[in-house]
């Protein structure tokens, strides 16, 4: 019997309802009694149905989890670590360093005849230099350089960075999209330690056979807020890990649920925003660095 249940139960089958009171004329003590034991059972059921509920939410997201594990080993990405990555991405090159304790994300580019070094530790310590010569950048710009580089590298590492502590993932069954079966993984972030970015939500739609990454959507508040939507193109190999771009769609509507998105793309009613494309990517091992 659930709590609901007990809830609606007539009064006159309830232990000292008015008519036990008028009929048996229980003394105070009998009526503590009754009703301390009525309050007990109410509890009990409650702690029962507690558990239950937790219990389901730490099955879906044992299975999340699992799902998530069996996409990195599909996209090769346990070459991250250890390891340096680099690539282009709209005429800048990117990379990201790996080890055990730390990770380091680089960004370089001309701008005139200047070459410009970012370099973000651990996405918190920001630094640039210009021609090589360390330069002062004021505290809203590099907080504006480190949600930049953060962002390109952010997506360029999915979905191995979806194994960091902060993020919550949860699994919501079968999918079909364009008559293939995919996993739908929920992704949100604790708020310690989920980036000043810790409300954004994330859905990811994964392939029951490949675990491949296909589709996967967004919303953001930043920056006025919105949602995206990424279908994954142009899929190759590089060195065992699988590199691949994105076709950047939004609706018409920026409040539009991320569960609504695929409807919408089947429908061809998203209109592409823009294209992103990764070349020249290298993968080194730190030890030959």
């Known amino acids: 019997m659930s709590l609901i249940d007990l809830l609606s139960i007539p009064m006159k089958y309830l232990p000292l309802s008015l008519n036990h009171i008028s009929n048996l004329k229980p003394s105070l003590i009998q009526i503590i009694k009754n009703w301390g034991l009525f309050a007990v059972l109410l509890l009990f059921v409650w702690a029962c149905e507690n558990k239950a509920s937790s219990s389901q939410k730490k099955t879906l997201s044992h299975k999340g989890q699992e799902v998530i594990d069996l996409a990195i080993t599909a996209h090769g990405q346990d070459l991250f670590e250890n390891a340096t990555v680099s690539f282009l991405f709209r005429d800048k090159k990117y990379s990201t360093r790996r080890s055990d304790t730390s990770y380091t994300y680089t960004r370089s580019f001309q701008d005139g005849s200047a070459l410009i070094e970012d370099v973000l530790i651990n996405s918190a310590n920001f630094s640039r230099k210009k021609n090589g010569e ?139 925003r823009s294209r992103i494309v990764n070349s020249d990517i290298t993968l080194l091992s730190n030890n030959h660095l």
Not at 167 to 189: A, C, L, M, P, T
Not at 225 to 238: E, L, M, P, Q, T
């Open 134 to 272: 360390p330069i002062e950048v004021s505290k809203e710009w590099t907080e504006k350089y480190s949600r930049s580089i953060n962002s390109v590298l952010y997506f360029f590492q999915l979905p191995y960075v979806l194994n960091d502590p902060a993020v919550k993932k949860i699994d919501q069954g079968i999918k079909r999209i364009k008559d293939e079966n995919y996993h739908q993984i929920k992704v949100s972030f604790q708020v310690e330690n989920g980036g000043e970015d810790f409300e954004d939500e994330y859905l990811y739609w994964i392939h029951v056979n490949s675990f491949e990454v296909d589709y996967l959507a967004y919303n953001y508040i930043t920056d006025g807020g919105g949602v995206r939507f990424r279908s994954a193109i142009n899929k190759r190999r590089v060195d065992g890990l699988l590199i691949q771009d994105y076709i950047n769609y939004a609706p018409a509507n920026k409040k539009t649920p991320l569960s609504d998105l695929i409807a919408q793309f089947e429908k061809e009613a998203l209109i592409e």
